[in-house]
């Protein structure tokens, strides 16, 4: 979750015990620094998939929210790629 974002909406954030790097799996940055924050845990409700997640914090005000492998893991969605780009 952009760090702009989660301020605007007041969303609370926790400090993560060591900072990790951001990963993208195309190899393209999407943010600038580690990762040293995250929200608190929240539920995620995607049409029949309900699942308590915590976002990362980082500086990505083009990408507000980006969902990362593990969540596509859990999640497993089917999507035709034309109708989301």
Do not use: Y
């Not at 400090?15 to 393209?28: D, E, N, T, W």
């Not at 990408?63 to 596509?72: A, D, I």
């Not at 969605?77 to 780009?85: A, V």
Request: aromatic share 4%; net charge negative.
């Amino acid at each position: 979750m952009d760090r702009c974002f989660a301020s605007t909406h007041k969303i609370l954030l926790c400090k993560l015990s060591r900072p990790a790097p951001v990963a993208v799996i195309h190899g393209c940055p999407i943010a600038l620094g580690d990762i040293t924050e995250e929200i608190e845990p929240i539920q995620v409700v995607l049409g029949d998939l309900a699942c308590v997640i915590c976002l990362n914090i980082i500086s990505s005000p083009k990408h507000l929210v980006v969902f990362g492998l593990p969540w596509f893991e859990l999640s497993n969605p089917r999507s035709d790629l034309r109708t989301l780009l």
